[in-house]
């Protein structure tokens, strides 16, 4: 991308075209050249030719072109106009697409041979918009990704398809940024899409309000310096549930092993007290370490106990805040409405009066 950046926004020199970046060099090509002049635009539009006059009669009537010194003023304009057109695209291509232009006079025969060249024809124009539209199917916003990079990517590709001929409508790129986020903004996509606004929503607008909400979410974050999971924020799904239950099964195993393993520890040291009694053992009364593990060991299971039980509690609890964040933001963007429609109200209010 810096290589198409090289000359910077520029408004005194054209982009360039290296032969990669063809949309790219379009759009800005045309805003320039529009700039430079709009009758320099229409050359490319309309077309231009060298000026000629008809002479002769009858069948000996015929059309040559005139001598400059016979050129009116519209005609010097308009050959002019032609010429900044060429001369802009003349400078904005590198010599390999210099050559396939060097011979045209008129801007829009230069124009046209570059668009054939790069765009193709009409089969070819309309399975690059297939591989387009294939492309915006199947884009997602990645985890790490901002939703400021992801609009870039998606007007990415409306720009392309629109300097195909084939211009994407606003509200089905309104549908597919709400369907193709990532898990951070669910709450945020629930809410918009139980107002029912999502129609009436413009591209701008959508980003707008997302980028409000990821602000916000960031902002949330550092305040209690901690990075938010997925998790505290959705239900368990099945496949948790079914690990849980695996994990429940794993404690009730070892709780059971560590039963029968003390019951036979015991044992053991029943017969082994009479052992140690025969042969005087001074340290009888000293605590038995096994045992002391044994202990810790169950305090331990009791303790894992109770946190997997504040940890499905606290999962509920955030279940039941997701449904209250859905229904906070779906009263925020109602009193957003209703406050635009009282500043429309207003603005005619003034109007009127005026």
Same mark, same amino acid.
């Given at each position: 991308?810096?290589?198409? *950046? ?20 379009? &759009? ?7 700039? /430079?002049?709009? #009758? ?18 009858? &069948?000996? #009537?015929?059309?040559? /072109? ?15 106009? +032609?010429?900044?057109? /060429? ?25 046209? @041979? ?26 997602? *916003? ?8 992801? =609009?870039?990517? @998606? ?12 211009? @994407? ?7 597919? $940024? ?14 918009? =899409? ?6 009436? *929503? ?14 916000? =979410? ?19 799904? !099945? ?7 695996? !994990?429940?099964?794993?404690?009730? +195993?070892?709780? &059971? ?9 015991? @044992? =053991? ?25 044994? %202990?810790?060991?169950?305090? /331990? ?20 805040? $997701? %449904? $209250?964040?859905?229904? +906070? ?10 406050? #635009?429609?009282?500043?429309?109200? $207003?603005?005619?209010?003034? !109007?009127?009066?005026?």
């Amino acid at each position: 991308m810096a290589d198409l *950046m090289k000359e910077g926004a520029s408004n005194t020199r054209p982009p360039l075209l290296d032969g990669t970046n063809y949309s790219y060099w379009k &759009a800005r090509m045309h805003a320039y050249i529009r700039a /430079l002049d709009e #009758r320099a635009w229409k050359s490319i539009e309309k077309g231009w030719k060298l000026p000629t006059k008809v002479v002769g009669e009858g &069948a000996a #009537r015929k059309e040559i /072109l005139k001598d400059d010194f016979e050129w009116t003023d519209e005609n010097d304009k308009l050959s002019s106009c +032609n010429a900044k057109a /060429l001369n802009a695209i003349f400078g904005g291509v590198d010599v390999d697409q210099f050559r396939r232009i060097s011979a045209c006079q008129s801007t829009q025969e230069a124009w046209k @041979i570059l668009e054939l060249h790069f765009e193709g024809t009409e089969s070819v124009r309309l399975s690059k918009l297939q591989m387009l539209t294939t492309q915006f199917e199947l884009l997602r *916003m990645h985890e790490e990704e901002t939703i400021l990079q992801y =609009e870039v990517k @998606i007007r990415d590709i409306a720009n392309q398809a629109a300097a195909l001929g084939d211009k @994407i409508p606003e509200n089905r790129l309104v549908r597919k $940024v709400l369907r193709s986020l990532s898990s951070k903004f669910k709450v945020k996509v629930i809410a918009i =899409e139980e107002h029912k606004i999502v129609d009436a *929503m413009s591209m701008d607008e959508l980003i707008g309000s997302l980028k409000t909400f990821e602000m916000n =979410e960031e902002a949330r974050e550092s305040f209690t310096g901690r990075k938010k999971t997925d998790i505290a924020f959705k239900s368990v799904t !099945s496949d948790e549930k079914e690990d849980n239950s695996e !994990s429940e099964n794993e404690d009730c +195993n070892f709780v &059971a092993f560590t039963a029968k393993y003390k019951d036979n520890y015991m @044992i =053991e040291k029943k017969h082994s007290k009479a052992y140690v009694s025969e042969l005087d053992y001074e340290n009888e009364s000293d605590v038995d370490p096994v045992e002391d593990i044994l %202990k810790q060991w169950e305090g /331990l299971l009791v303790v894992t106990q109770e946190l997997k039980m504040k940890i499905t509690s606290q999962e509920k609890e955030n279940e039941h805040y $997701v %449904k $209250v964040i859905a229904e +906070n933001q779906l009263r925020v963007l109602t009193l957003e409405d209703e406050l #635009r429609k009282s500043h429309e109200l $207003v603005s005619q209010f003034y !109007s009127d009066e005026k």
